[in-house]
């Protein structure tokens, strides 16, 4: 949600009170933050990818400040989880561009709508994969920029394919105990 508090670039990035906000339309946007079902989530789902990012030598990051460009405007959208190239952060190590692959976990304050617009966003800035998990229906959306998205429930296997065939979490693992 928008709090009306229209501020530049510099002051969003340099002040501690928006270090967990988004940014868009040059207003900070409140992101919920994670009950411990989320927590946890966001804690295993990056535990998995880290062997996949280490293997190929690729970042992964929770919070992941990421600087879109959406028209002539800057945006600064931060994923649950995500995994970037190395070389794509700037001085002040925020990262440019929508990472490879971004985790956005629901909170129950989460619309569909609000979602997806900024998976559009990640895709326009050179994202390849979204996985959208859904705490509540214990499932995840697969989103690919030129496919249907199709849902993976617990207890069948989530994969990077089409963009990494060999990139696999552990949906049992990752939902135990929520």
């Given at each position: 949600m928008k709090t009306g508090i229209a501020i530049s670039e510099q002051e969003y990035l340099t002040n501690p009170d928006y270090a967990h906000s988004e940014y868009a339309g040059g207003e900070v946007i409140d992101k919920p933050m994670g009950n411990k079902d989320h927590n946890r989530l966001q804690g295993r789902f990056f535990s998995q990818l880290e062997i996949f990012a280490e293997k190929h030598g690729l970042y992964v990051g929770t919070e992941l400040h990421s600087r879109l460009t959406v028209g002539r405007e800057?945006?600064?959208?931060?994923?649950?989880?995500?995994?970037?190239?190395?070389d794509q952060f700037d001085d002040k190590k925020y990262h440019i561009g929508g990472p490879l692959l971004v985790v956005e976990i629901r909170s129950p304050e989460d619309r569909t709508?609000?979602?997806?617009?900024?998976?559009?966003?990640?895709f326009a800035n050179g994202t390849k994969l979204v996985w959208i998990v859904d705490p509540e229906s214990r499932n995840v959306m697969v989103l690919v920029s030129d496919r249907i998205p199709w849902i993976v429930e617990v207890g069948e296997e989530l994969t990077g394919a089409p963009i990494w065939p060999d990139l696999r979490v552990d949906l049992e693992a990752a939902f135990k105990g929520i």
């Amino acid at each position: 949600m928008k709090t009306g508090i229209a501020i530049s670039e510099q002051e969003y990035l340099t002040n501690p009170d928006y270090a967990h906000s988004e940014y868009a339309g040059g207003e900070v946007i409140d992101k919920p933050m994670g009950n411990k079902d989320h927590n946890r989530l966001q804690g295993r789902f990056f535990s998995q990818l880290e062997i996949f990012a280490e293997k190929h030598g690729l970042y992964v990051g929770t919070e992941l400040h990421s600087r879109l460009t959406v028209g002539r405007e800057i945006i600064f959208r931060v994923p649950d989880v995500g995994i970037a190239e190395e070389d794509q952060f700037d001085d002040k190590k925020y990262h440019i561009g929508g990472p490879l692959l971004v985790v956005e976990i629901r909170s129950p304050e989460d619309r569909t709508k609000a979602i997806l617009k900024k998976a559009e966003e990640y895709f326009a800035n050179g994202t390849k994969l979204v996985w959208i998990v859904d705490p509540e229906s214990r499932n995840v959306m697969v989103l690919v920029s030129d496919r249907i998205p199709w849902i993976v429930e617990v207890g069948e296997e989530l994969t990077g394919a089409p963009i990494w065939p060999d990139l696999r979490v552990d949906l049992e693992a990752a939902f135990k105990g929520i």
